[in-house]
């Protein structure tokens, strides 16, 4: 299973970054757990979970209300131990489903669960944006 995670993330990385991304953290892990992946896009903040399946079928949908608490527990984590200027923060899903040799259907998730109090994801009083339509891509690796 190992493999399937570490070649999910890989993909998602290459996919993320070709969509103008900044990753700059992979596989960040802390007391609380791990983020698979940390980005930067549009001023936001994301921290990005990587749920992978082979063969037909698609992941689970969602992530469970524990993996949400314990995600946002990791963020805190990272937030308090690293030097991150105001910004939005945002949780997001990335689905894939590796089908056969060099075919993964891929779909992204953007702000797909938030904390219950918006002004705790929030490193400034910024007003929150709108969240992001998810996107599905049939993606060659």
Known sequence: MADIKESAERIVKQYLEGQGVE??????????GRADLVCIEDGELAFVTV???????????GVTAKARSRMETVAASYLASHDVPSCRVRFDVVKLAMIDEGKTMLCHHRDAFSVPNEREATRSDDASKPAKAKKTKAYER
């Open 51 to 61: 749920k992978a399946r082979q063969g037909l079928g698609m992941p689970e949908d």
């Open 23 to 32: 990753v700059i953290k992979q596989g960040w892990e802390c007391e609380a």
